[in-house]
């Protein structure tokens, strides 16, 4: 049976990027959360692919809970219009919240900072630290070659396929959210012998 999301997790870039489609990925998006009544959890940041995710969200009449550090906020970076605004002390405060806020967890392009929470909401899903699924928007191929990466670190038994597949990607917003609802994390250890792989 397909999961029951109330909130999605989003992690994004703090700049548009190059290509208008990254834009666009986000407007779609926020279209998409709309439509579902899902609400927003992002970084609470009023830039790049983080702002216009948050104010189509916001233009539509949707939820959007912003989770930002201090230190950020203090530079003037936060989007004081959204539903409701988390101001923690740390970077992983953030995350941590992002996580517990969240039934899923989606992210768009972006820089280091979206590669970062990315990769740990994987990890913390290996050790079986929660279950949330965790998919990318694959827009304009952005995350062609981390995947390729991630399959490659499969081939080579640094990654069980179950772990692999814990990563679910997509350029549609709407195909992407349908395959994460109908999704389940594996249970499966993280410490494995050759004779798992």
């Avoid at 986000?26 to 009544?37: P, S, T």
């Avoid at 396929?161 to 997509?170: F, T």
Wanted: with cysteine; proline share 6%.
């Amino acid at each position: 049976m397909p999961a029951t999301f109330r909130h999605i997790a989003v992690f994004c870039g703090s700049n548009p990027g190059a290509d208008p489609a990254f834009r666009q990925a986000a407007e779609a998006l926020g279209a998409e959360l709309l439509k579902r009544d899902l609400g927003l959890v992002y970084g609470g940041g009023n830039v790049g692919l983080m702002g216009i995710l948050a104010d189509v969200v916001m233009a539509g009449g949707g939820e959007v809970i912003g989770v930002i550090p201090r230190a950020l906020r203090d530079r003037e970076v936060a989007h004081e219009g959204v539903s409701r605004l988390e101001v923690v002390d740390t970077m992983h405060q953030r995350k941590a919240r992002m996580y517990a806020l969240s039934d899923a967890l989606i992210a768009l392009p972006g820089g280091i900072g979206t590669f970062e929470e990315l990769f740990e909401s994987l990890t913390w899903i290996q050790l079986g630290l929660h279950a949330k699924p965790c998919g990318v928007i694959n827009a304009c191929r952005y995350y062609d070659a981390l995947l390729a990466q991630l399959d490659l670190a499969a081939e080579q038994g640094f990654l069980p396929p179950a772990h692999r597949a814990l990563l679910i990607d997509d350029p549609d917003a709407g195909i992407l959210l349908d395959r994460l609802a109908g999704s389940r994390p594996p249970a499966v250890a993280k410490w494995i012998t050759r004779s798992d792989l």
